[in-house]
């Protein structure tokens, strides 16, 4: 019976295979390791970043004059950014540019 290794070794064999330049296939052949289970994590992490993609929902903000502080974004999800205050104009064009 075929060795089953879990997410985290996936997850680094990803990692890895997306800095190489090598194809799936060659990756895979390199590594010892199996085309199909290879693409099986493959599908599952693409669908792991669609789904976290169509979860994201913007907001309408406005930006007034600048303010001395920080600006923090707090997300459902719990995460977290801090920026400085002078940064507002460069987050709102960054926000305008995300699909």
């Not at 295979?17 to 493959?42: I, M, P, V």
């Not at 930006?63 to 999800?77: D, E, F, K, N």
Request: contains cysteine; proline residues 6%.
């Amino acid at each position: 019976m075929a060795k089953r290794h879990g997410q985290e070794f996936w997850r680094a064999h990803l990692e890895a295979w997306h800095r190489s330049d090598l194809t799936q296939r060659e990756y895979c052949a390199n590594q010892g390791l199996g085309e199909k289970a290879f693409y099986r994590w493959r599908r599952k992490e693409r669908e792991a970043v669609a789904s976290a993609q169509s979860s994201l929902t913007l907001v309408p903000v406005s930006v007034g004059a600048p303010v001395t502080g920080s600006i923090r974004l707090h997300s459902p999800g719990g995460w977290r950014i801090e920026l400085p205050a002078g940064s507002a104009p460069w987050l709102a064009d960054l926000l305008r540019h995300l699909p």
